[in-house]
């Protein structure tokens, strides 16, 4: 596939890429695809157009017993497998992902609807998983100690937690997966995958290049379905699965937490956010707008780490809003092959629903749209006109709910002890920007918003070497860093007569 994708060469050459994943036998267990048993398959969908990409295999509860079969016969070997090689293989993985960046960056954008810039960048950031964990999986050091009371030596070791069942969202369908697979395998765990129904193509591509890479049969298999509950339960009903690791929506998270409790199975939770994006009097004002269009845009505000809430000082609020909302209008929307595509289309029509609803709530409730960007005429996918809202109600539903899209409430603040209980006024704790030119002040303002992560004056917190997360209901855990392959381990010590 040549570097530059045009409208042309996306429905070309990519419809062969698509046909080579053969998604009707998608069912991946043990090294290969099948058809799901029983023969069922479901239509995905080009959010731009609403027209059908391709069937892929759905698969139910028979499925998801052969995954986990093929996933608890792989365990043992691969637990045993060493370190080395099984850093090796990840390091293979990173390679191959990055060489095939324009087809998978393609592929995200045709079933998820994002840029093509958007999805260049997320390859790099789920590849960097896999470069990531090839580093810490030769690096799960113990430790040793000796028991105050004498005459007893301690060996704290850390084993692979077992078959790990994994369930992502499609908003980042490449990264959510390799954030959980690179860190599980770099442990030495087997994996059952249950991507999103949206968008069930990354991650067969995704398992693909991990098979190219070298993964043995069984250590990864992916299951795509439409009856995720029947699919999840199944596995969080079987003994052989020890941990479950979700990334999604917090009332999804909340159910599953409720099923793992039943066996006491080891969760971790990446959950929805409300992000808060603070500028202070004193910010830079072309670098905070630089910020909120990262934070707020970047795959089309469909991200949990997007900035939800713009908290904008009054010093500075008429500055910021005529320079962001200048930005935001003059974004280009479209889809994602046409061409300087800044915005695509929302992933689904129950997303555009949601998005419409929620910013017309809020304009009845006293919110004025100050700023908004031209939809092309003939469009007929799930597409949203970037938007910008000002003077809207404290207590506005806009506020409080994850909006998902590209819409961006602004709210003047005026001083600290309001700014803190505004931010903080939430169930949601995942990710808050800052932007001050006293770093001092923005420092001690992080430190006092409850969010696992806190942008200071930049308008991005995603890095693979960062422990990834939430506090409050954003989440249990955190992927990423030297966390991440924790998450996939249990601790184990020996207690040593040394007397
Ligand atoms: P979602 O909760 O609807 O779905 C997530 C996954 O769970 C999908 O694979 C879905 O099919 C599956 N699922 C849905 N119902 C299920 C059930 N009853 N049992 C088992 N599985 C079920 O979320 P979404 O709409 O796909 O993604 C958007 C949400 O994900 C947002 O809330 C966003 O903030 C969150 N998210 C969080 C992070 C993070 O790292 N904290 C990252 C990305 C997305």
């Not at 840029?115 to 960097?128: I, K």
């Not at 059952?192 to 043995?216: F, M, Q, S, W």
């Not at 904008?312 to 479209?334: I, M, P, Q, R, Y």
């Not at 939430?470 to 601790?491: D, H, N, P, W």
Request: aromatic share 8%; net charge negative.
């Amino acid at each position: 596939m040549s570097s530059t994708l045009t409208p042309a060469a996306a429905s070309t050459d990519l419809r062969g890429y698509v046909d080579a994943l053969a998604p009707r036998q998608g069912v991946w267990i043990d090294g290969r695809g099948s058809a799901a048993q029983a023969g069922a398959t479901f239509a995905v969908l080009d959010p731009a157009t609403g027209s059908e990409i391709t069937d892929v295999a759905d698969g139910q509860v028979p499925d998801a017993v052969a995954a986990v079969d093929a996933a608890a016969r792989a365990l043992p070997g691969w637990a045993a497998t060493a370190p080395r090689e099984r850093s090796e293989v990840l390091r293979r993985a990173f390679a191959l992902m990055i060489a095939g960046t324009e087809q998978l960056a393609a592929l995200m954008s045709w079933e998820n609807g994002k840029s093509l810039a958007d999805a260049r960048t997320e390859v790099t950031y789920a590849a960097e998983f896999f470069r990531w964990f090839a580093e810490e999986a030769v690096r799960t050091e113990g430790e040793f100690g000796s028991s105050p009371a004498g005459g007893t030596r301690t060996v704290v070791t850390h084993k692979p937690v077992g078959v790990a069942a994994l369930v992502t969202p499609w908003n980042f369908p490449a990264a959510m997966a390799t954030r959980k697979i690179a860190p599980a395998l770099a442990a030495g765990c087997t994996v059952v995958l249950k991507p999103a129904g949206e968008t069930p193509l990354t991650a067969l591509a995704v398992a693909r290049i991990l098979a190219e890479a070298g993964v043995p049969d069984g250590v990864v298999n992916v299951v795509p379905t439409t009856d995720s509950a029947a699919v999840v339960t199944a596995w969080l009903e079987d003994p052989r699965v020890r941990k479950i690791s979700f990334t999604g929506s917090t009332p999804v998270g909340r159910v599953l937490l409720r099923q793992a409790a039943d066996r006491v199975i080891n969760a971790s939770m990446e959950l929805g956010g409300n992000a808060p994006f603070v500028v202070a009097a004193d910010a830079d004002v072309d670098a905070a707008v630089a910020g909120a269009m990262i934070a707020k845009l970047r795959n089309g505000g469909q991200a949990c780490t997007a900035a939800n809430r713009l908290y904008v000082h009054e010093d500075v609020v008429e500055e910021f809003t005529e320079k962001f909302g200048s930005a935001v209008a003059a974004l280009k929307v479209g889809p994602a092959f046409a061409e300087g595509t800044e915005i695509g289309p929302l992933v689904s029509a129950r997303a555009l629903d949601g998005v419409t609803r929620v910013v017309d709530a809020a304009v009845a409730a006293g919110a004025r749209v100050s700023h908004r960007a031209q939809l092309p005429a003939g469009l007929t996918g799930y597409f949203y006109a970037p938007t910008v809202l000002r003077d809207v109600p404290a207590d506005a539903e806009i506020l409080r709910t994850e909006i998902f899209g590209p819409v961006a409430p602004i709210v003047t603040w005026r001083d600290d002890a309001e700014l803190l209980g505004l931010v903080n006024g939430t169930e949601f704790g995942l990710a808050a920007y800052v932007y001050s030119r006293d770093l001092k002040w923005a420092l001690q303002t992080a430190e006092k918003i409850e969010a696992g992560m806190v942008g200071v004056n930049r308008g991005t917190v995603s890095d693979p070497a960062t422990p990834f997360g939430g506090v409050k209901q954003s989440g249990l855990g955190r992927e990423g860093a030297r966390e991440g392959i924790r998450e996939f381990q249990e601790t184990q010590y020996f207690s040593i007569d040394w007397s």
